[in-house]
């Protein structure tokens, strides 16, 4: 899976957030897009959501990580800060899996 | 007329998960039903899945399976269950752990992995089966009401996490019923527990349907984290 694969999918969950969201506040589908913590779009449970929505899509893939490990929740710079981190956080677990 | 629901069912091979199965099926919902053992119920709108409720692996492959069946998911019925009866001092690990696996762990992957289904439905639900050998604390069943407990509090907090995804959590626990789950038992053991019920009779399966319907009411949006005991027992 390339970092382009793990990008859509990232953005297909972000979009299939914005289906439930009004048309004032709709995330950015942008690698800078802030997604959890300081000017995050996510509230936790949005973060939640979103992080499953890209698990399954991962596991139709045949591919099965955890995204929201202790070891992820504890970092200090968060994995979920925005796109970018996310994706190199996916990339990263796919290579250790 | 209604709009069929998509449900799922753990345990719909026998007992109350096959009553609940049989009955939804009949009402022309699309009902999908997982057991250890290999499909039993044959009808369109079923489709079974061949899975062990303790085990991660066999649910995660269920629920890849089942993502190719339906974009979501109305209702998720955590039915199967089993229980052991033993003096505390008596009970071998190997029974803890199993009930656990089966009871607990595997409610909790349900619960986990049918997230994504669930919050794409209009009005999701959640039904979790508990017993009423938690209120009444029965003597010889101490692991079994314990894993049931721990049920009950995960329905509880589940209502409030998954609340925000207008998912509803709540969970129905019969009194005595004549299923496999109490073949065995003395006759006069269960009477006795009957006798302690303010509704003095057995229950039956059609007793528990009847609560699942009212859960899976879309109307029923606003009852969430709910233990409800069949009896009169509380």
Same mark, same amino acid.
């Given at each position: 899976m390339t970092n382009d694969d793990i990008q859509k999918i990232i953005f297909d969950a972000l979009a299939m957030a914005n289906n439930g969201r009004e048309?004032?506040? /709709?995330? $950015?589908?942008?690698?800078?897009? /802030?997604?959890?913590?300081?000017? !995050?779009? *996510?509230?936790?449970?949005g973060l939640v959501s979103f992080l499953v929505d890209i698990e399954e899509s991962l596991q139709d893939s045949g591919i099965y990580i955890s995204l929201s490990d202790e070891r992820a929740m504890s970092q200090q710079n968060s994995p979920f800060r925005d796109v970018q981190s996310l994706s190199g956080f996916i990339v990263q677990l796919i290579g250790e899996n | 007329? #209604?709009?069929?629901?998509?449900?799922?069912?753990?345990?719909?091979? &026998? !007992?109350?998960?096959r009553a609940l199965a049989e009955h939804f099926i009949h009402r022309g919902d699309f009902v999908y039903g997982c057991s250890r053992s290999d499909q039993t119920l044959d009808a369109e709108n079923y489709c079974h899945f061949k899975a062990n409720i303790s085990s991660e692996s066999d649910i995660s492959e269920m629920f890849s399976k089942l993502r190719k069946q339906t974009k979501y998911l109305d209702a998720l019925i955590n039915n199967a269950g089993i229980a052991s009866m033993n003096a505390f001092a008596l009970t071998p690990l190997e029974s803890f752990t199993k009930i656990f696996a089966t009871n607990v762990q595997g409610t909790f992957l349900c619960c986990q992995k049918a997230l994504g289904l669930l919050k794409k439905s209009?009005?999701? &639900?959640?039904?979790?089966?508990?017993?009423?050998?938690? $209120?009444? /604390?029965? #003597?010889?069943?101490?692991?079994?009401?314990?894993?049931?407990s721990a049920v009950e509090t995960m329905t509880r907090i589940l209502a409030k996490e998954y609340g925000s995804f207008g998912i509803t959590c709540n969970a129905i626990g019969p009194s005595p019923i004549a299923t496999d789950l109490i073949r065995g038992v003395a006759i006069d053991k269960i009477q006795n527990l009957v006798n302690q019920q303010a509704i003095k009779k057995m229950a039956t399966a059609d007793d528990v349907i009847n609560l699942a319907d009212f859960? *899976? &009411? $879309?109307?029923?949006?606003?009852?969430s984290g709910q233990i409800v005991y069949l009896g009169g027992v509380s």
């Open positions: 048309a004032d506040s /709709q995330i $950015p589908l942008s690698t800078e897009t /802030q997604l959890y913590g300081t000017g !995050g779009h *996510l509230d936790s449970m | 007329m #209604e709009v069929p629901k998509h449900i799922l069912i753990t345990g719909a091979s &026998r !007992g109350l998960g209009a009005n999701p &639900r959640i039904i979790n089966m508990t017993t009423v050998a938690v $209120p009444f /604390q029965l #003597e010889g069943e101490s692991i079994y009401a314990s894993s049931k859960f *899976l &009411r $879309p109307e029923s949006g606003m009852i």
